[in-house]
């Protein structure tokens, strides 16, 4: 049964950064799309970011202060969120794109606020 952990968010200043931690168990982690998802308050769950064969994409609105990659052996998936904004607080979740409905986890919780 595949199971993604995501971890690492908190509370930071505008400006800041945070490192999220997405941990996989199960299925065949190496060769499936991976991504980034956020859900602000009372919006929709949006893609932030994706991987593919190493090549990232990004949200026009994360581009150039996030960054995500993974590591295939440890089975992890990583958001580096630089620059952060007000605007970057939501739940972050990873799930595979296109997202599979039983694979959402709890999410981490980030809040960018002075």
């Known amino acids: 049964q595949v199971q993604f952990v995501e971890s690492g968010g908190g509370l930071v200043q505008p400006g800041g950064s945070l490192r999220l931690s997405c941990a996989a168990s199960g299925g065949i982690f190496s060769i499936a799309t991976m991504a980034w998802y956020r859900q602000a308050p009372g919006k929709q769950r949006e893609l932030v970011a994706h991987i593919t064969d190493g090549i990232p994409n990004y949200q026009d609105s994360v581009k150039g202060r996030f960054a995500i990659s993974r590591d295939n052996a440890k089975k992890t998936m990583y958001l580096q969120m630089n620059s952060l904004k007000p605007e970057d607080t939501a739940v972050y979740y990873c799930?595979?794109?296109?997202?599979?409905?039983?694979?959402w986890g709890q999410g981490t919780q980030v809040t960018v606020s002075s």
């Open positions: 799930n595979r794109r296109p997202a599979i409905s039983t694979y």
